[in-house]
């Protein structure tokens, strides 16, 4: 690593005590890892904290920093102002929207267990300002929590309550709303955007990352899993309920609260039907996994508009590692892909990345030679939520991978090979496709 002379371009480090109150540390750089790399942060790798982003400090890891005065990178565990104080790393967990192009830097104690679900990007502070190492990939304010005022939401409730007061789905959607602040929940609520349907029990993934159902006890899940399958007349309740009162509305299948969607087709073919029985308007999408491209097929039959098929990598082993299926294949999901554009129905991919492996040399050739082969019309970037250094050392056992070439330089390089690609976070509305 070469000194960077300019030492006013070091992002400072932004540490926690055993307490969880966070604080700067003077004469240290922050650092951001990716895979087995580490970089000391400079202000031209980071941005302002985007609004909504949180912080969360490490427990049982010790933060790696870059001493400025001896140029050197190093593992602290205690304060070097008041020794005997030890000092813990701190993460940013970013807005939807943002990227994240280097972890937290941190080394784990041996009795570091799983981190919760979420992702874990490099942050600091820099001229007054807490900065975090993202790129910014989606501009649209959908899950801006400035514009879902509580009292807003409450009342969107009242209403739908006094609308379907009988609809299981409806009351599922309230308590994603309010118990779980899902940001998709509210917007139905506020009649804006996408309104979420979730309807599967069941699953045939036990993703290591699943938010609703974990076999891991170390983890646990972000949410609750929908108990029940909503009928086809309830979905189609609520899905026209808000396509009649939004401009350019998305109605979604397959959510984090649900299991595999493609498992309810029964409940989903009829209320697709329902849908398009009474209106053409609004855009029926589907997240999923791919798993079943027969099943998939039908629902385009039906009248689904656009699906987003969920993938960590296009290498087959590292993609079974991760989602460990049940019953499919990954040539099942290709299948799918293949499926969706020879439909020409709009396709995205909800590329699940972390840094070090998604942008490592061995991932990147293979993704490129994907896009190639499969002209899909959108990559929807999501950051992992999961413990970062865990997941790199399943897929270092699966491969070893090579120094990465940088998420920066991968989202770049994907837009100049591909300029007909969309890039983003969120399902668009088929006015938009």
Sequence with gaps: MKLIKNRSKFVTAVIADHNGNIFELEGYAAVGMAGRS???????????????????????????????????????????????????????????????????????????????????????????????????????????????????????????????????????????????????????????????????????????????????????????????????????????????????????????????????????????????SQTDSGTINLNTNGSIPEILARLFDAGLDSVRISLNSVRKDCYNAYFRPNGYTFDDVMKSINLALHRKKFISINYLNCPGFTDSPEEVEVFMGFLRQYPVNMIQWRNLNFDPVRYYDIMEKIERHGPPMGMNTLVSDIKKSFPSIKHGYFNPAKENF
């Design 38 to 276: 580490f970089s000391p942060l400079t202000a031209d790798m980071t941005i302002q904290m985007p609004f909504g982003g949180e912080m969360m400090f490490l427990p049982d890891r010790r933060p790696v920093l870059y001493n400025i005065k001896k140029n050197i990178i190093e593992t602290l565990k205690e304060n070097p102002y008041s020794p005997g104080h030890p000092i813990f790393p701190v993460a940013a967990f970013n807005s939807p929207g943002y990227v994240i192009t280097h972890v937290a830097a941190y080394r784990e104690e041996e009795s570091a267990g799983y981190l919760p679900l979420f992702s874990y990007g490099a942050m600091g502070w820099e001229r007054g300002r807490f900065v975090s190492a993202v790129i910014q990939v989606d501009a649209e304010r959908r899950q801006d929590l400035r514009l879902m005022k509580h009292k807003n939401i409450v009342a969107g409730i009242s209403r739908m309550r006094k609308k379907m007061p009988k609809n299981r789905l409806r009351a599922h959607l309230e308590n994603c709303a309010l118990k779980y602040g899902c940001p998709a929940g509210k917007n139905f609520f506020l009649g804006r955007f996408e309104a979420p349907l979730p309807t599967s029990r069941s699953c045939n993934a036990s993703c290591l990352g699943c938010l609703s159902l974990q076999d891991k006890k170390e983890i646990s899940n972000s949410q609750e899993r929908i108990n029940f399958m909503p009928s086809p007349e309830e979905i189609a309740e609520v899905a026209l309920a808000h396509i009649q009162h939004v401009d350019q509305a998305i109605v979604s299948f397959g959510q984090g609260c649900e299991g595999e969607p493609l498992l309810a087709a029964r409940s989903i073919d009829p209320a697709i039907q329902m849908i398009r």
